[in-house]
Nanobody, 116 residues
Framework: VQVVESGGGLVQPGGSLRLSCAVS??????????LSWYRQSPGKERELVAS????????TYEESVKGRFTISRDNAKNMAYLQMNTLKPEDTAVYYC????????WGEGTPVTVSE
C-alpha cells in the first residue's frame, strides 16, 4: 500500500489549505477503509485531527479543528482530502494520512506552516 500526501505549504493566519492523500495498492475497495489525518508538531506527540470511516459514517474531528477543518474522500479515485480553513499558527505541523482496515499504512507527511 502506498499513501502519498500533498498540498502542504506556508500560509498566513486566517488562510486556507487543502491537503490531498492518494492511496494505491489496496486489497479491498477504498470505501472499506478508514481514512484519518494526523499531525505532529515539533516536540509533541502525533495527534488525530480527523477521521472518516466510510461514506455513511459521520466524520470525527479533534476539538480544536471542529468547524474549521473538513475531511472528505473520493472513493472512485482512492483519494482523501483535508480542507483547512481559518488556519492558526498552532495548526503548524506535519500532516499525515493513514489508511486502515485490518492493518494500517501511513504516508510520509506534508508540512504545513501557518505564519505571517
Amino acid at each position: 500500500v502506498q499513501v502519498v500526501e500533498s498540498g502542504g505549504g506556508l500560509v498566513q493566519p486566517g488562510g486556507s489549505l487543502r491537503l490531498s492523500c492518494a492511496v494505491s495498492g489496496l486489497q479491498y475497495p477504498f470505501s472499506m477503509y478508514t481514512l484519518s489525518w494526523y499531525r505532529q508538531s515539533p516536540g509533541k506527540e502525533r495527534e488525530l485531527v480527523a477521521s472518516s470511516s466510510g461514506p455513511s459514517s459521520t466524520p470525527t474531528y479533534e476539538e480544536s479543528v471542529k468547524g474549521r477543518f473538513t475531511i472528505s474522500r473520493d472513493n472512485a479515485k482512492n483519494m482523501a482530502y483535508l480542507q483547512m480553513n481559518t488556519l492558526k499558527p498552532e495548526d503548524t505541523a506535519v500532516y499525515y494520512c493513514k489508511v486502515a482496515r485490518v492493518g494500517e499504512s501511513w504516508g510520509e507527511g506534508t508540512p504545513v506552516t501557518v505564519s505571517e
